[in-house]
């Protein structure tokens, strides 16, 4: 099978997702391409947290097709979703809070069955995070909110993604450690992993991303190169506004 | 005369025992967020597997061990795959629902193929003592040591150093973060479900090799001391299941040292409510640790209630009332009685658990109030019959709420584990409070039903009064529901958090509820001690409380006219098909597991 470089890597088209009687997505179409940072931006129930559930299988959309490097998830569970290689930072980090952060980051690797070179993706880990070194043997839910950010995206690098995806990771997070993860997620996907990620922090967001999708109450109301969008009235208006109050 | 390093050692053996029982329930809980009410039953058949093994096949030890464990395993993957499974996408209850029914169907395959006669399970083992210090030890106390030692090395090297056992606690920690690192979750619940039952079989054999005497009645109470283990350590965490169970094995052991045999089950259940009220996590759980979700939200199957227009009600009753004026047969009217007055029973559960969302498995305790108040009221002090079945309700209504209480403050399926314990407790108070309730002898010669002078001696005129009462009952619910604080109760089952921020006190309407289910349960308990003329701690138990609320889920939770019907369904079938009484066990829980799987809303839906 041969897929061009042109064809995205994710394709969601004409997502309609429902929560019983309730309708979250309309027609909810988006594309990641190749070595893309993408991110998709809107306010507070609006259907981002859906989204990302939506791609990893956790829920089912009633119609529309998500495709992954041209095949299709649809139907597929989480886990085998995972193994075609998407990994996940989820909203709110959700470490294993009983377990040390060397387990929490192994378990990332959980799907690889090559022991050596998951020995060595660690080490690789430790001195992309370094800070995680002397805190290996520690419960992750001991750590501070950064660090368990840390260990979340440690944690997902460990299964070799072609695609991460985050909610939300800079969300509750001190300013350093915003423009860490920021620049960490700049570092990751320079080394070729295309990235999909959630935000409400729309201007931090566009800093680094490609290309950015503005979600409405489950309809795409926007979407572009996120240089042109950054200065598009209509997302200063929408959603930067509150940011640069704040 | 033993001594206390006797009592310790036996204390620790038992608490051995129990471990390996509640270990499996911890696993089961932290992976699932259920509580496995099968637990007993699966080590009910792991004892008599061992009978098999041993006195048939004529086994040596080690094998029999193997065996148990092995075929253990086998019905706890079978469970999980075809009893739970179907139900992962279903309300909370529905799983809950589901291994009460499977341990119904379970102990009574057991006791349908091996009857309920006591077995001799031998031990195999030479029947010498060792003394040490004060005390003797004996090759099966080491034995029942080595195994519970080495299964927890076993179990902490297999969650410590294997994928699997990784996989098992990440999802026991976050089942979706879990599976967003490619776990598969049926595979790690299977693999819990295989390792519980293994070590509840191999528990089960013990014992029997202990005692010396394996029977049906086993499986409760092994579910009980698990659960009480498990919920002691704090549900879920697997070393405080261990710890949990030497505990209760030790408290177990000095209580029967200073009070006696009849004891050791109400020190298990005190141990529950203490633990339950105090530090509802477990002893080792850390104080501002919230419970385990999802003990939370609708514990219920939302639906739209069948509606049944008022004429068709009217023409029901009336004919149900004049029925005993027809060529009915006596037994008609009999099994008919015996509907109305587990339609009462029906009537209280279905408020408390459906229509306030607390699921209630120790409402037969209500029936026993009842039935103690009325019988001695009427027996000792000479109170007319009508006046002591009053008393009976309100004693119960009053006693009930107070004894309840405790558990007010407790959610999902903590309130059942609860209500289960304060139900075992108020029996085994009944069988120990010899001064009042003449203890194990129980009260015979209960004075007959009368109203107002008339004795109620034949069947129709006891027909009458059963069923006006249950009229009266139902009318009086249907009123309440209507009420505001119907709408009040409703509020607080779907939403306790919300309910409590408009400003509704939990307290105040969980102890409503109670007194008016209390009432309507007692009566029916009442009326049953003066009908049945003979009464003792067991006449009202567990099983009962199983049957009602299978009866309510029948009916629809919640829904009045569904308890009526679901307890003239589940009464009145089984006699209209003539189906043996030892059968009949095993239908209610295939009843439960069907209604479970293919119509939790029940007949008329739930309200
Ligand atoms: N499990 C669920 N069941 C029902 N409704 C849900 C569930 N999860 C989210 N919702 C609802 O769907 C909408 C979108 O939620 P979500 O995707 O989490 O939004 P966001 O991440 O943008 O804040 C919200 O209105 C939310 O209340
Ligand atoms: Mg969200």
């Known amino acids: ?246 | 005369m033993s001594s206390w390093l006797d009592y310790t050692i036996n204390g620790l053996i038992v608490g051995n025992v129990y471990a390996l029982v509640a270990v499996g329930l911890a696993l089961i809980f932290g992976v699932s967020r259920l509580i496995n009410f099968a637990q007993g039953s699966i080590y009910l058949v792991g004892a008599y597997i061992g009978w098999v093994a041993v006195v048939q096949l004529h086994t040596p030890l080690p094998l029999t061990i193997i065996f148990v464990a092995v075929a253990a395993a086998l019905v706890g993957l079978i469970i999980e795959r075809f009893g739970l499974r179907p139900l992962q996408n279903s309300v909370r209850i529905a799983p809950l629902l589901a291994t009460i029914g499977i341990s119904f169907v379970l102990d009574q395959l057991v006791m349908l193929t091996f009857s309920p006669n006591p077995r001799a399970l031998p031990s195999q083992l030479p029947d010498i003592r060792f003394q040490i210090g004060g005390g003797t030890i004996g090759p099966l106390d080491l034995l029942i040591a080595g195994v519970g030692i080495s299964s927890a090395l076993l179990l902490f090297v297999f969650l410590r150093y294997t994928k699997l056992g990784w996989a098992v606690r990440a999802a026991s920690q976050d089942r979706d973060a879990a599976m967003q690192m490619g776990v598969d979750v049926n595979r790690v619940n299977q693999t819990v479900f295989g390792i519980a039952a293994a070590l509840g079989g191999v528990s089960g054999l013990l014992v029997g090799m202990y005692y010396n005497q394996i029977d049906t009645a086993m499986s409760l109470q092994a579910t009980l001391k698990g659960v009480v283990a498990e919920v002691v350590g704090g549900a879920g965490n697997v070393p405080g299941a261990v710890i949990g169970s030497l505990l209760l094995g030790l408290v177990e052991s000095y209580g029967v040292a200073v009070f006696g045999t009849s004891y050791r089950n109400l020190f298990a259940f005190l141990l529950l409510v203490v633990v339950l009220v105090l530090r509802p996590n477990g002893l080792f759980a850390s104080a501002r640790q919230a419970p385990p979700e999802p003990l939370t939200g609708t514990f219920i199957a939302p639906s739209r209630p069948v509606r049944i227009p008022r004429w068709a009600l009217a023409v029901a009753v009336a004919a149900f009332a004049i029925l005993p004026l027809l060529p009915v047969s006596f037994y008609i009217l009999q099994t008919l009685i015996n509907a109305w007055l587990l339609g009462m029973l029906a009537l209280s559960l279905t408020l408390v658990a459906g229509t306030i969302g607390q699921v209630s498995l120790g409402h037969a305790a209500l029936l026993a109030i009842g039935a103690y108040t009325s019988a001695l009221l009427s027996l000792t002090l000479n109170i007319p019959v009508g006046l002591a079945i009053v008393a009976g309700g309100l004693m119960s209504a009053a006693l009930g709420t107070i004894l309840i209480s405790p558990s007010f403050r407790l959610r999902g399926h903590y309130v059942s584990i609860a209500t289960l314990a304060i139900g075992e407790i108020v029996s085994l108070v009944i069988l120990n409070w010899e001064s009042v309730t003449r203890g194990p002898i129980g009260i015979s010669g209960i004075p007959p039903l009368s109203l107002f002078g008339y004795d109620l001696i034949s069947p129709a005129s006891v027909y009458w009064f059963a069923y006006a009462v249950m009229v009266v009952l139902a009318l009086l619910q249907s009123r309440l529901l209507g009420s505001h604080l119907g709408r009040s109760f409703r509020a607080i089952r779907d939403d306790d958090i919300a309910a409590r921020a408009y400003g509704l006190s939990l307290n105040r309407y969980k102890s409503l509820a109670f007194i008016f289910g209390g009432f309507a349960a007692g009566i029916s308990g009442g009326i049953a001690a003066h009908l049945y003329s003979y009464i003792n701690h067991e006449t009202f138990n567990t099983q009962q409380s199983i049957l009602a609320l299978t009866v309510v889920i029948l009916g629809g939770l919640g829904n009045v006219v569904g308890a009526i019907v679901g307890a003239v369904a589940l009464v009145g079938l089984p006699e209209m098909f003539r189906i043996a009484a030892e059968y009949r066990i095993l239908i209610y829980g295939i009843v439960l597991l069907l209604l479970v799987r293919f119509r939790p809303q029940g007949l008329l839906g739930t309200i």
């Not at chain 1, 997505?25 to 559930?53: E, P, Q, W, Y």
């Not at chain 1, 089912?60 to 569970?77: H, N, Q, Y």
């Open chain 1, 1 to 246: 099978m041969s897929t061009s470089a042109a064809e995205p890597l994710l394709a969601l088209s004409n997502v309609n997702t429902f929560y019983g009687q309730a309708q979250v997505h309309f027609d909810l179409s988006i594309t990641v391409g190749r070595g893309h940072i993408v991110c998709l931006l809107g306010g507070n129930a609006s259907g981002k947290s859906t989204t990302m559930k939506i791609i990893l299988g956790l829920v089912k959309p009633r119609s529309g097709e998500v495709m992954f490097d041209g095949a299709s998830l649809i139907g597929l569970t989480t886990p085998q979703i995972v193994r075609r290689g998407i990994a996940s930072v989820p909203e709110a980090r959700r470490l294993f809070a009983d377990m040390s952060v060397r387990e929490n980051i192994l378990m990332g690797a959980f799907v690889r069955n090559d022991r050596g070179a998951v020995a060595q993706d660690l080490d690789k880990m430790l001195t992309l995070f370094p800070k995680l070194g002397q805190r290996l043997s520690q419960r992750a839910g001991s750590l501070s909110g950064g660090e368990q950010q840390m260990v979340a995206m440690a944690r997902a690098l460990m299964s070799r993604p072609r695609l991460i995806v985050m909610d939300e990771p800079t969300m509750g997070l001190s300013p350093l450690y915003v423009d860490r993860v920021l620049e960490l997620i700049r570092t990751i996907n320079q080394e070729g992993v295309s990235v999909f990620m959630v935000e409400q922090n729309a201007s931090l967001a566009l800093e680094i991303a490609h290309e950015a999708y503005v979600l409405q109450t489950g309809r795409i109301v926007l979407s572009g190169a996120a240089r042109t969008l950054k200065d598009d009235p209509r997302v200063r208006d929408a959603y930067l506004g509150g940011s640069e109050a704040a």
